[in-house]
């Protein structure tokens, strides 16, 4: 902790995230342009509570804001602890604002847990290269393609290198992450835990997210998954894997080209049991039906649809709202891009 005590204030910015990308299953992530934002005032004269957490948006009646139970700050602390730091610098305040959907597919759990890093290390004044916080963020959430994108910014592609049990002993997931109390000595994280490269992403190129009103737990989602696969589905998606990575960097796009590259036989055919409407969305919905549709997929574990498209968004968004409404489902959409930056701290 900086001896100096002096008043800081600054905000830390973190894009959502969509994963998988089609074929691209625990690889593939793009951050999007929908940002968490937590402004963070330290050692400010004005303070009232030694600790003052609010948050507005999504999942605002839901969030708890107790240090010690709020995701975000325990990953702080997390942080802190792993360098020799007890607790958070006190007076500190912190306005969390999320117009990222909860349970949904968009990263809102991966943009905490950036957040929470970042957070930890600004307060400890730690000044960590992005890489050494990549590998942070990796003890807590074990799958790279989210956390990846949401760190780094624009079209990832990423992989987590086997870890030594012992090096996670202690340690929980972002799922658990809830449920542990918080240790006062965390170990330092492995270093190079993730290993990434930002892909070329042609500018054209939009991501309509058509999000349903249902959330899907990441953790059922993996649940329907089978153990094993057949090697002529594996074989399917590397050969689509390794088209899509170059072919949505190539202007002008190849709508034939991406739509096909972008299917997958790994986890979508396993997930339609947990999302109303799945299989019709993505047989319907074409380039041949609709100008300017590229592709069109689960975003990560569901149940939001992101189609790729360079125009004619809201008429591919009302056809996949359509088949939603026949089952039932109430739905809203939103035209994203790609980010070219990732997840920063300004200091105000």
């Not at 948006?57 to 107790?66: D, Q």
């Not at 050494?132 to 393609?145: F, N």
């Not at 109390?181 to 058509?210: D, F, M």
């Not at 592709?295 to 968004?313: H, K, R, V």
């Amino acid at each position: 902790m900086p001896a100096a005590n002096a008043p800081r204030k600054f905000r830390i910015r973190a894009p959502c995230s969509s994963a998988n990308i089609g074929p691209g299953f625990d690889v593939l992530g793009m951050s999007l342009s929908l940002y968490l934002t937590l402004d963070v005032s330290v050692y400010h004269e004005d303070a009232k509570e030694a600790f003052e957490m609010t948050y507005s948006g999504e999942g605002a009646t839901e969030v708890p804001l107790l240090p010690e139970q709020n995701l975000i700050t325990k990953i702080a602390l997390y942080v802190l602890s792993a360098n020799g730091i007890s607790q958070l610098p006190q007076p500190l305040k912190i306005h969390v604002h999320n117009p990222i959907p909860l349970g949904r597919g968009l990263g809102s759990s991966g943009a905490a847990v950036v957040a929470g890093v970042l957070l930890g290390d600004a307060l400890g004044e730690l000044k960590n290269s992005y890489d050494r916080l990549l590998d942070y963020c990796l003890m807590i959430e074990r799958h790279p393609d989210n956390v990846a994108a949401t760190l780094l910014g624009g079209f990832v592609a990423s992989y987590l290198r086997e870890l030594d049990p012992e090096a996670t002993k202690g340690v929980p997931e972002s799922e658990t992450f809830l449920d542990d109390v918080v240790s006062k000595a965390y170990p330092q994280p492995p270093l190079g835990i993730g290993h990434y490269l930002r892909l070329n992403w042609n500018k054209e190129i939009k991501a309509v997210a058509i999000v349903p009103n249902f959330e899907v737990a990441t953790a059922k989602a993996r649940s329907v998954l089978p153990t094993t696969y057949s090697r002529q589905d594996v074989i399917y998606n590397f050969q689509r894997l390794a088209v899509l990575t170059t072919a949505l960097g190539k202007s002008p796009p190849d709508a034939d080209l991406i739509y096909n590259a972008v299917q997958d036989r790994i986890h979508q055919p396993y997930r339609k049991t947990l999302i109303p409407g799945l299989p019709e969305i993505l047989s319907s919905i074409t380039p041949a039906k609709y100008d300017g549709l590229l592709g069109i997929f689960l975003s990560g574990a569901g149940p939001t649809i992101l189609a790729l498209a360079t125009d004619n968004f809201d008429a591919i968004a009302g056809a996949a709202q359509k088949v939603f409404k026949e089952h039932n489902i109430d739905s809203w959409y939103k035209v994203l891009e790609v980010t070219d930056g990732g997840s920063t701290v300004e200091e105000l």
